[in-house]
């Protein structure tokens, strides 16, 4: 168990609609990833905040966004769903800002019919 | 650009084999960061190694060890005495700009008994 939970592990949804991914980091870690793990695309990164801020982008679409709470949980909210979203998403938190290693949640897998 | 190749995409050996991984990656940064993970069949990412781009010693940790040769842009992983437990898929990833982590397309280990 690293200590990094998601919710929900299963997320079905029809095309078009809106879905909010839930992330929260091991006790102390300030950083939280966002990563897109799908069949076609392999495992992507899409945004890293640190200590509520936007720290880094990678590969997100404008139909998603992210962000960080005070209480250093995190939200990844993806929009007007296409079929070609439905992917495993993990969210992985560290203890610093950049460089260190990534402790990964269980993932939520989104099926978009 | 910034580029993970896992050449094997998949290996299949008996129990009690050893058996290496290949990981190559391309970078012009002078400071990055390597990584190895484990992706079971239940699904999460497991952390197994980080390797900053300065420290070229290779490290062991029980069965499992880590080859680093920055002449050669590999970071390759062996397992010793492979047991059927380590059937997984093994991602080497580089993290550059501290940040943005790119991933190879994984190696699927299967282990027979």
């Known amino acids: 168990d690293s200590g990094v939970t998601q919710t929900p592990k299963h997320l079905i949804t029809a095309t078009g609609q809106r879905v909010t991914l839930r992330c929260s980091p091991r006790?102390?870690?300030?950083?939280v990833y966002w990563y897109q793990q799908s069949l076609d695309q392999g495992l992507q990164f899409l945004i890293q905040?640190?200590?509520?801020?936007?720290?880094a982008k990678g590969n997100i679409l404008e139909r998603f966004s992210a962000q960080q709470f005070p209480d250093l949980h995190s939200e990844l909210n993806l929009s007007s769903l296409e079929l070609g979203d439905s992917a495993l998403y993990f969210c992985?938190?560290?203890?610093?800002?950049?460089?260190?290693?990534?402790?990964f949640g269980p993932g939520t897998r989104l099926t978009v019919t | 650009a910034q580029k993970v190749t896992q050449a094997q995409t998949e290996i299949s050996v008996v129990e009690k084999e050893d058996v290496t991984l290949d990981c190559v990656y391309e970078?012009?940064?002078?400071?990055?960061?390597l990584f190895w993970y484990k992706q079971p069949p239940s699904g999460e990412l497991v952390f197994l190694i980080r390797?900053?781009?300065?420290?070229?010693q290779n490290e062991i940790s029980g069965r499992y060890s880590w080859n680093f040769q920055k002449s050669t842009s590999s970071f390759n992983f062996t397992i010793t005495a492979s047991q059927v437990v380590d059937s997984a898929v093994y991602f080497c990833?580089?993290?550059?700009?501290?940040?943005?982590?790119?991933f190879g397309a994984g190696t699927r280990l299967t282990v027979k008994p």
């Open positions: 992985a938190s560290s203890g610093t800002s950049g460089g260190g290693e990534q402790y």
């Open positions: 006790s102390g870690d300030l950083s």
């Open positions: 905040y640190y200590n509520g801020e936007e720290r």
């Open positions: 970078t012009r940064d002078t400071t990055y960061y």
């Open positions: 390797r900053n781009s300065f420290d070229e």
């Open positions: 990833a580089q993290m550059y700009n501290n940040n943005d982590m790119r």
